[in-house]
C-alpha cells in the first residue's frame, strides 16, 4: 500500500503538465527513477497519459534507503536490485517518448 506513494506525486505532476502543455513530460520519482508520460487528447479533451517508467537515467541515483524503508525491504536487497536496473540516455528516453507518441497517433482516431 504504501509503495504507491513513491509513484503517485510524481504522476500526478507529470499528468497535470502534460495536460496544460499538451505535451510529454518527464521527471524522476522520489525514489531516483524516471518517469515519462504523453498525454491523450481526443477531441481537445484530456483522457488520461500513457508513458513508462521503472529505468534510471545515466547520471541518476536511486535512494536505497527510501526504497528500503518504504517496501519493507533490507537495504542489500534493494542495492541488489538496483545494481540489476536498465540505465537510459536521454536520447533512449526520447525515443521511448516518441514510440508512444506514435503508437497513440496510430490508436487515436482523427
Do not use: H, M, N
Request: contains cysteine; aromatic residues 10%; glycine residues 6%.
Amino acid at each position: 500500500k504504501e509503495s504507491r506513494v513513491i509513484c503517485v506525486a510524481v504522476q500526478q505532476y507529470l499528468a497535470k503538465l502534460a495536460q496544460e502543455k499538451k505535451e510529454a513530460a518527464a521527471a524522476e520519482c522520489d525514489v531516483g527513477l524516471t518517469k515519462f508520460v504523453v498525454p491523450i487528447f481526443y477531441k481537445d479533451k484530456f483522457l488520461g497519459t500513457a508513458g513508462g517508467c521503472g529505468v534510471l537515467a545515466e547520471d541518476g541515483e536511486i535512494d536505497s534507503f527510501y526504497v528500503a524503508k518504504v517496501l519493507y525491504l533490507d537495504e542489500e536487497k534493494v542495492e541488489r536490485w538496483i545494481g540489476r536496473l536498465k540505465k537510459v540516455s536521454r536520447t533512449e528516453l526520447e525515443t521511448a517518448i516518441a514510440y508512444v507518441k506514435k503508437r497513440l497517433a496510430e490508436i487515436l482516431p482523427e
